[in-house]
């Protein structure tokens, strides 16, 4: 068995769209996709995109995909690797592909000088915390994430 991990390209995005639907359903989920393949295209391809992608293949088929992008610990003075989305279809679990792909992620951090390595799990998806903790990655439980977006995004920028 073969893992090769390999930088995703433009080619790619109908196949990214399928690995975030699939992403998207397994965390209940699936009716909030409002990707398209034109908007991966251009958000994730296009000229001064923030993110880059990978996708993973075991023996020449591709089993998953990760999208990460650099952020700034002010505290450190250094940037850090922020993995926004990692999926590994469930025919592929098992098999080291994930693992490979965070590895090959923190490889990448290192290399870019980055002084942290974040992402962020369900509460409720214990393979995957049990598989984080396994790698020796470890909850920040005091941090608390917010999110705007949508029409409250929209009303608080417009001073609603």
Not at 24 to 49: M, N
Not at 50 to 67: K, N, Q, S
Not at 87 to 108: C, D, E, F, N, T
Request: proline share 2%.
């Amino acid at each position: 068995m073969t893992i090769h991990i390999r930088a995703a390209g433009e080619q790619d995005s109908a196949l990214i769209l399928r690995f975030i639907t699939e992403l998207a359903v397994y965390e209940k989920a699936g009716d909030q996709v409002a990707a398209t393949v034109d908007t991966i295209r251009s958000s994730l391809f296009g000229t001064g995109s923030p993110a880059r992608a990978l996708i993973c293949e075991v023996d020449g088929e591709a089993v998953g995909y990760a999208v990460y992008f650099f952020s700034y610990s002010t505290w450190q003075a250094k940037k850090g690797l922020y993995l926004e989305d990692l999926y590994i279809s469930p025919s592929a679990r098992g098999v080291g592909a994930g693992k490979g792909m965070l590895r090959h992620l923190a490889q990448v951090a290192v290399q870019q000088g980055c002084g942290r390595f974040e992402w962020s799990v369900l509460d409720w998806n214990q393979p995957a915390i049990d598989f984080y903790l396994s790698i020796g990655a470890q909850p920040q439980a005091e941090w608390v994430r917010y999110r705007m977006a949508d029409s409250a995004l929209r009303d608080f920028a417009a001073g609603a």
